[in-house]
């Protein structure tokens, strides 16, 4: 039995008639850029996210950066952002001219340690990045009450947790503003690249609506230096169909995870520890084991397919080698990259799927 890691095809397949005619319906309207397929989708993810507004962007890494710079943030201030994270969460942050202070992560929830942010905030502190890895939401309210305390901004980076909960309130309007993106493998998926910012904050959505056009609203009318990243109406009415599956398919996620969690013989690796008050979206499932890549290999020749989420941490890439400020203070998240696996986990894994990854496991990793 081959187990793939995520079964994009199979998502297709499943909803096809849905998406072929939502393309279909973009190809004869004639309008490519913006417009109404693109505006239907940002007031249902708006709705869906109970957020007053979504504007809608080219990927996730831009609604990021754009979001930054909406609120203002650039050369000279610094970021907070956990250290564990997909490298969009910097990159972003350094693409405004701002610098990222990275925070270690909590061992257990591997989202960022909370207890360690305050005493990284300096003067030139302007913003807090949350980043609600795997599909956690990250400790929110502790977030904020740090915030606040020292009037900082808010930014989730919620790119892996469409659909997620923190204290039963859905992702997306906890704070100043939430980005999402659309690659093809996150939850909420396009078949090609889109992002957009969810916010209650009139200002920082007019702001993000000019970078991603020109810095136009009224054609031929430049107000400020902006980009070229708007989402595509085909990847909108796509997102329309599959955004009616998002909580069903998330249910599908949640599903194997419980297996995973209950079946998976817990002497030998870590399991996900997942704190009462959020309701994971499951993006990955990540277990920790000290021999993870023996463990990655033995898996594999029983084609048992598992990817690291991330092998490298941001401020041990090459990128950022001239960012000395972290050398050798990251422990956690240096231990963490080494030991982190991601089993496969979606929402067209069969059950068969899941059973013979847990007992593959459960045989395995007592040999190694
Ligand atoms: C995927 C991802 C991004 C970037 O999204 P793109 O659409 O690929 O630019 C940012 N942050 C995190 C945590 C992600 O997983």
Redesign the pocket.
């Known amino acids: 039995m081959k187990v793939p890691f995520l079964d994009l095809q199979a998502s297709y397949l499943e909803i096809k008639e849905e998406i072929d005619a939502a393309v279909q319906r973009v190809l004869m309207s004639g309008q490519y850029i913006l417009g109404q397929e693109v505006e239907a989708f940002e007031s249902e993810w708006a709705q869906y996210c109970q957020a007053d507004q979504a504007v809608s962007v080219g990927?996730?890494?831009d609604a990021?950066r754009f979001t930054l710079m909406a609120m203002g943030i650039g050369p000279g201030d610094e970021v907070i952002v956990p250290a564990h994270?997909?490298i969009?969460?910097w990159l972003a942050i350094s693409q405004c001219g701002a610098t990222p202070i990275a925070i270690e992560p909590d061992p257990h929830t591997l989202n960022i340690d909370c207890t360690k942010v305050e005493s990284a905030i300096g003067d030139k502190t302007r913003a807090i990045m949350a980043?609600h890895?795997y599909g956690q939401p990250a400790d929110m309210d502790s977030i904020h009450e740090i915030a606040d305390r020292h009037q900082l901004r808010v930014i989730e980076?919620a790119?892996?947790s469409h659909g997620a909960r923190y204290k039963n309130k859905v992702i997306g309007s906890h704070s100043d503003a939430v980005a999402w993106?659309?690659?093809p493998g996150?939850n909420l998926g396009a078949m090609g690249?889109g992002?957009a910012v969810t916010t209650n904050n009139r200002a920082i959505a007019d702001k993000i609506r000019l970078l991603r056009n020109y810095g136009s609203e009224a054609k031929y009318k430049n107000e400020i230096q902006g980009f070229n990243s708007r989402l595509d109406p085909i990847q909108a009415a796509i997102l329309r169909v599959k955004l009616k599956y998002l909580d069903l398919w998330n249910l599908r996620r949640k599903a194997i995870a419980e297996i995973y969690l209950k079946q998976i013989n817990e002497n030998f690796v870590i399991k996900p520890s997942t704190p009462q008050w959020v309701d994971s979206a499951w993006h990955l499932f990540v277990i920790q084991h000290a021999q993870r890549d023996r463990l990655k290999a033995e898996l594999d020749t029983f084609e048992i397919n598992t990817l690291v989420h991330y092998p490298t941490p941001p401020h041990k890439q090459i990128a950022y080698s001239d960012s000395i400020r972290h050398r050798g203070i990251l422990p956690i998240t240096e231990k963490i990259s080494n030991t982190v696996l991601s089993l496969p986990i979606g929402p067209h894994l069969s059950m068969e799927c899941v059973e013979f990854v847990v007992s593959t496991l459960n045989a395995v990793l007592p040999k190694i």
């Open positions: 990927n996730g890494l990021l994270t997909f969009a969460s980043v890895l980076d790119a892996q993106s659309f690659y996150k690249d992002g």
